[in-house]
């Protein structure tokens, strides 16, 4: 059901983070059933990778599923297969060459075919309920201008209604500037008082960051811009490095 949800063949994923709790039957149901899905449209030559953190930090019981979607996702966005610990001899009511799976026993590259890679994470409740998790990896990022070259403008007000107008005052205020952008965003940031409603902008001349706030201005999203209001009950620490 998980694969049906998530539009993805079985034979696409990479790497199966298991339950893995080490007992003879536990791990033999786990397998086949693995074995039985994966298999599908999977070359026999292609075994899918599995894996289980719990060979390395043991069985976190009620955090034991986070955990391994904690490792998985970061298999993921490393582009590498990791290894489970201690692997010596297979259990043998399991097959597999037949499933066709294979436990990861070393760290090695995480193969690349063109398309994104994916993986899914199993995990068990004492209770009986069952999870099973399918992660993909994400696009690859769009370059943006050297860090050196982006300064962080962040403003705050009261109520939104003075969040607004504060804008246009800065949306002027850049347009006719001659100050460096860095001693700009500086200013804002370590010179003036943070209040509950806020909106903070990354770019990197007054021009770019003048359009980024004309698009807040007219209601609209955009990846360089964030809005949002502190934290109710504690204050929100910020710190800002500038070149």
């Known amino acids: 059901e998980a694969y049906a949800q998530a539009n993805v063949a079985p034979s696409e994923i990479g790497y199966i983070e298991t339950q893995g709790t080490g007992t003879p039957l536990g791990d033999t149901i786990e397998a086949l059933a693995l074995g039985n899905v994966l298999r599908e449209g999977r070359a026999a030559d292609r075994p899918c990778a599995i894996g289980s953190v719990k060979t390395s930090i043991g069985h ?6 986070i955990a391994s979607l904690i490792k998985t996702t970061l298999a993921l966005r490393h582009h590498q297969l990791p290894p ?11 097959p597999f060459p037949e499933l066709p799976l294979k436990v990861q026993t070393q760290l090695a590259a995480w193969p690349e075919s063109g398309e994104p890679r ?6 068990f409740g004492f209770g009986g309920s069952n999870a099973h998790v399918v992660l ?5 990022a769009q370059p943006l201008p050297a860090a050196a070259d982006m300064g962080l403008l962040p403003l705050s007000a009261r109520t939104d209604a ?8 800065y949306v002027e205020f850049l347009r006719d500037t001659s ?3 860095p001693e700009i965003c500086a200013t804002a940031a370590a010179r003036r008082d943070h209040h509950d409603c806020r909106l903070a902008i990354l770019a990197s001349t007054p021009a770019s960051a003048t359009d980024l706030l004309a698009a807040f201005l007219a209601g609209q999203d955009h990846p360089g811009l964030q809005t949002g209001r502190k934290p109710w009950g504690r204050e929100l620490h910020m710190a800002f490095l500038y070149p």
């Open 60 to 65: 976190l019981e009620a955090a034991s599923g």
């Open 84 to 94: 489970s610990l201690h692997f010596e001899t297979p259990n043998p009511s399991i």
């Open 118 to 123: 994916v993986a899914g994470v199993s995990a």
């Open 136 to 140: 993909t990896e994400p696009p690859a």
């Open 162 to 169: 003075a969040l607004r107008d504060l804008v246009s005052r």
């Open 179 to 181: 100050l460096p952008w």
